[in-house]
């Protein structure tokens, strides 16, 4: 019961804090803009869905080569990182020797 409360108190205060905003006329302004380049997106995925979805596989293609060559820069970089600390280590237990 404590839960639909809550939930509906965020709703109500979201509602109400949008609806206050809106008196200010560039807020207005903005959201008009904004909701009319929902609409055109939205109209655009729906008239050709295989072109949205071209898009999206894309997106997604470049998302996983990016993230695939910085994990591969980062894994170069931790190899040289213990190269360098295997070689500094070698170093200080051979001065320790003599």
């Given at each position: ?42 109209q655009?995925?729906?008239h ?51």
């Amino acid at each position: 019961m404590g839960n639909r409360k809550l939930v509906f108190g965020v709703l109500i205060g979201a509602l109400v804090g949008g609806a206050i905003t809106l008196f200010d006329r560039e807020t207005r302004h903005y959201s008009r803009m904004k909701l009319a380049s929902f609409k055109s997106g939205t109209q655009s995925v729906l008239h050709n869905p295989s072109d949205a979805v071209r898009k999206v596989r894309v997106a997604f293609d470049t998302f996983n080569q990016n993230f695939s060559s910085g994990a591969q820069s980062t894994i170069n970089a931790l190899e040289q990182v213990e190269t360098t600390l295997e070689k500094y280590t070698n170093r200080n237990e051979t001065n320790r020797i003599e």
